[in-house]
Nanobody, 120 residues
């Protein structure tokens, strides 16, 4: 059974930092690409892609977080991280991780999310 478990969400003041973790089980983690998404309260339904790290280590970021967030992975621990620095109120959201493979008929797997609140 595949499971993704996020953690690390909290309430912080603007300018603060958090590190989110997503631990995967039931898959060969190193063969999967990983993404962090977020869903902000009060906004249109849908998920904003925040950051991505491919199985080979290539990363990509949304313009809104580039230079502030850092995605990384530890294949030995089957974990993907999202280091978030200089947090802003607009970063308030539930953050979800997803793992997937860019091959036909491969299933995507999602975690249940971890909430981040940035407020003074």
């Amino acid at each position: 059974q595949v499971q993704l478990v996020e953690s690390g969400g909290a309430s912080v003041e603007p300018g603060g930092s958090l590190r989110l973790s997503c631990v995967a089980s039931g898959i060969t983690f190193s063969t999967y690409d990983c993404r962090w998404y977020r869903q902000a309260p009060g906004k249109e339904p849908g998920f904003e892609l925040v950051a991505e790290i491919e199985s080979g280590g290539k990363t990509n970021y949304a313009d809104s977080v580039r230079g502030r967030f850092l995605i990384s992975r530890d294949n030995a621990e089957s974990t993907v991280y999202l280091q978030m620095n200089n947090l802003k109120s607009e970063d308030t959201a539930i953050y979800y991780c997803k793992v997937f493979r860019r091959v036909a008929f491969s299933k995507d797997y999602w975690g249940r999310g971890t909430p981040v609140t940035v407020s003074s």
